[in-house]
């Protein structure tokens, strides 16, 4: 079965440190991993994708993502973080090879301070 | 996102009722989606459609239906509504085939409440 966990609930960084947001996975075909951001009475928006190719990826307003096969993980990076990056992230996998459903992670909460 | 909304944004109703929630979408995709989202539970699909025809139960559809009444339309329905169904409700569209078939588009949400 699918499942996703994202360790954090909470992240705090300073603005203009860099951030990591944390993701770990478990499918058993290929992953499909995706990063959604949703800003206050908002919807998901989607931030960036891995499906093949290139273990880093690099996606909307700054961020980049690492997929590391062998730890399972696809953190969210961003080198240096801004006010306007707090929000809700999501991490979401989908299994490439047996099915079509993604399955989201409980989400993490990012502060950046001023 | 405007090219998928959701109606109503907001709603308050009573335990029993029925409730309809609406999803257009003008971005043309044959997929359609609804989760819903409760804190510190991430999202959980509800039911999903590939086409107008194809309608299949998530991992959560008791007390929920849904219909397609066409590409672009796909309403959620409560057919009597419990307190444990207080969340926020999202649909979501991604095309059926393309370089971006994973990805999906989400609407604003509606915050349901049953009192």
């Known amino acids: 079965a699918q499942s996703v966990a994202q360790p954090e609930d909470q992240v705090n960084v300073a603005e203009g440190n860099p951030l990591t947001v944390k993701c770990t996975y478990s499918?058993?075909?290929?992953?499909?991993l995706f990063w959604y951001v949703q800003y206050p009475n908002r919807g998901l928006q989607f931030l960036l994708k891995?499906?093949?190719?290139?273990?880093l990826v690099k996606g909307s307003y700054g961020f980049e993502a690492e997929f590391n096969k062998s730890q399972t993980s696809f953190h969210l990076k961003k080198p240096s973080a801004l006010v306007s990056d707090s929000a809700l992230y999501f991490c979401?996998?989908?299994?490439?090879?047996?099915?079509?459903?993604?399955?989201f992670g409980a989400g993490t909460r990012l502060f950046v301070k001023a | 996102d405007a090219d998928v909304t959701q109606t109503p944004r907001n709603r308050i109703t009573k335990t029993g009722k029925r409730i309809m929630l609406e999803c257009s979408q003008t971005?043309?995709?044959?997929?359609m989606y609804w989760y819903r989202q409760d804190p510190g539970l991430g999202l959980r699909l509800i039911y999903y459609?590939?086409?107008?025809?194809?309608?299949n139960k998530g991992e959560i559809s008791d007390g929920y239906s849904v219909s397609r009444q066409a590409q672009a339309k796909f309403s959620l329905s409560l057919e009597s509504a419990i307190p444990n169904q207080t969340a926020l409700y999202f649909c979501?569209?991604?095309?059926?085939?393309?370089?971006?078939?994973?990805?999906?588009?989400f609407g604003p949400g509606t915050r349901l409440t049953v009192t």
């Open positions: 979501a569209t991604s095309p059926g085939t393309s370089g971006k078939s994973h990805e999906q588009y």
């Open positions: 499918v058993s075909g290929n992953p499909y």
């Open positions: 459609s590939f086409d107008v025809k194809d309608i």
């Open positions: 971005k043309g995709h044959d997929r």
């Open positions: 979401a996998v989908r299994d490439g090879v047996k099915g079509f459903k993604t399955i």
């Open positions: 891995y499906i093949t190719g290139d273990n």
